[in-house]
């Protein structure tokens, strides 16, 4: 069974630092892209970050340069480094795996910004 379990989330002050973390199993890890999605109250789920299974990454415009999105394939896990949090990152944020046509979602973890 597919099974994604995030971390990390929490209250930052504008221009702090957050690490998020997704921890997988029941599917060969190594062999599927991973994605961070997410979606703030009012708009559309989004794709932040992408990276593949050779450690290719792609970012939203709006996170270039301030999140990197990385992966431990002996460990299973993939990780999203925010650093200069701006309001607008205020969301919930959502580990993803797409495999054949089913999308598979952690239970999402909290990131608010504010002063």
């Known amino acids: 069974q597919v099974q994604l379990v995030e971390s990390g989330g929490g209250l930052v002050q504008p221009g702090g630092s957050l690490r998020l973390s997704c921890t997988a199993s029941g599917f060969i890890f190594g062999s599927y892209g991973m994605n961070w999605y997410r979606q703030a109250p009012g708009k559309q789920r989004e794709l932040v970050a992408g990276i593949t299974s050779r450690g290719g990454t792609n970012y939203a415009d709006s996170v270039k340069g301030r999140f990197t999105i990385s992966r431990d394939n002996t460990k299973n896990t993939v990780s999203l480094q925010m650093n200069s949090l701006k309001p607008e990152d205020t969301a919930v944020y959502y580990c993803?795996?797409?495999?054949?046509?089913?999308?598979?979602w952690g239970q999402g973890t909290q990131v608010t910004v504010s002063s």
């Open positions: 993803n795996v797409r495999i054949l046509t089913m999308n598979y």
